[in-house]
């Protein structure tokens, strides 16, 4: 499916203002097509396309979405509910920037993203951006830098290596 879904086997919860019975599944953001539309637009509005994880930063209350077909990491606002793109861009791109230092995050071109991890302390947000080999870290003011990985296919790193310094599969 191309929406984020919800599937409560619990007790009923409320989440981002949409009420989810016991024992239920409930279509949270996307409109269920396929593609791209831009961003600012409302959760039922907006496109994904095979959008891979959803997590939720409970500071805020906006949950964090890896488009991965769009190549794009989004955020659904708890403020108002509309997106906002975080990382990524229009193109897929496998050649980087951000090992050449810091980058905006939203300038940053990426390819499949395949999985996040937030750190509610830090306001970091990891990236697995998986055609370019690579895990990418966004700091809470929007810049990206290369955790791990140098961009070649290989099957890690030798001993006392930097992670920057690993190869990835």
């Given amino acids: ?17 949409s009420v989810v019975s016991a024992d239920t599944s409930r279509v949270l953001f996307g409109s269920g097509t396929a593609g791209y539309l831009g961003e600012s637009l ?9 959008p891979f994880q959803a ?14 077909s769009n190549s794009r990491v989004r955020s659904v606002l708890s403020s ?5 793109l975080i990382a990524g861009g ?24 395949r999985g996040l991890a937030y750190d509610q302390i830090t306001g970091e947000l990891f990236m ?8 990418r870290v966004t700091s809470r003011f929007g810049e990206v830098t ?17 992670p920057t310094n690993a190869t990835m599969s």
């Fill in 146 to 162: 290369q955790a791990v990985g140098t961009g070649a296919l290989g099957s890690g790193a030798e001993e006392n290596e930097y």
């Fill in 55 to 68: 997590v939720h930063d409970s500071v805020t209350g906006d949950y964090i979405v890896a488009d991965y």
């Fill in 1 to 17: 499916s191309d929406a984020i879904s919800v599937l409560n086997f619990g007790t009923q919860v409320t989440i981002m203002g």
């Fill in 80 to 84: 108002d509910s509309t997106t906002r």
């Fill in 90 to 113: 229009a193109t897929q791109r496998y050649a980087t920037n951000a090992g050449q230092g810091l980058v905006q995050a939203n300038q940053e071109k990426m390819s499949q993203i």
């Fill in 128 to 135: 697995a951006d998986s055609a370019n080999n690579r895990i």
């Fill in 42 to 50: 409302s959760p039922a509005t907006t496109r994904y396309n095979n």
